[in-house]
């Protein structure tokens, strides 16, 4: 699997709509969507799952009355879906070393332990797979896209707490995990933090609290003094690549304050790392500047830096990483 950082054919995103558990999501949503497509398009493609035709034609209307919106580099697939975590449970792009192609990874999704609706969204790996004409390949394993991280230089990051869990792969060993992770997404080793079991929706995924940059040499997480966990920052600041090097480490700060209706401090290591631009959580926090200047200071400073609006995203567990997903060229 090729790192976020590789260059991309584009993103794909699902699209937002008030047919699921929620209906206002357009209302307080669509905002954000809106934004991640014009800044996207700038410098690659867009891929767009709207829930039906007249999904699409309202979608269509409105990016084509944003004149920022470079509408050459969006296009649409019809898919019904739950919700808008593509991240989680649209499709995985490796590269077949045997075949010399691009495939489609279809994971089981089971809405992060049965946790909320899943089964539309289930299907969309497939779906995808199928309009692009690539291999799909089904793979056995209860797995969300935000629970791993990959340095593109074979290794792996992720927390126990989402992936070693009854309720996604119950009975499985770490050994079992591993041997999936190395056969299909080409890693060999691995750094395991022990996460929080019903943190959140999730089970503490390690998008929101490490992430891996600067072509697999950094990991950027939080400050020391704002870590939920000691000992997960200390195995950070002691991991080793697979060649037997430790890591740069690299530093964002939370918000100043909790976010409203969360009673819980904003992140901004979610971010989603794009052809041309680095697309950041904003919270309408003091902070939201000073993590976008450490971003294209320390760790992108050839990459444009865009803050965007993720309070109704953070509300409902998740935020800019979540709602994305990288096809590499």
Known sequence: ???????????????????????????????????????????????????????????????????????????????????????????IFVRDVQEHQLVVQNWLFNGWGKKADYHLCNEIPKLVGTNLNLPVIDVAMVNEGGSIELDGRGTLMAKKSSILNKNRNPGWTQANVEAYFHHYLGVTNFIWLDGVKGQDITDDHIDGTARFVNNGTTIVTVNPYDSLSRKEYNCLKNAQDADGKNYTIVHLPLTSRKLRRLRDWGTYINFYVANEVVLVPKYEDKNDRAAQEIIIEKLYPERRVVGVDALELAIDGGMIHCVTQQQPI
């Open 1 to 91: 699997m090729p790192p976020e950082e590789a260059l991309h054919e584009g993103t794909w995103l699902q699209w937002p709509h008030n047919y699921g558990y929620d209906r206002k999501h357009i209302q307080r949503y669509e905002a954000t969507w809106i934004h991640m497509a014009r800044e996207l398009s700038q410098g690659e493609n867009v891929h767009i799952i709207a829930y039906d035709g007249e999904e699409k034609r309202r979608i269509t209307a409105i990016l084509e009355n944003d004149a920022s919106t470079n509408m050459r580099r969006v296009d649409f697939l019809i898919g019904k879906t739950d919700d808008v975590w593509v991240r989680d449970n649209g499709p």
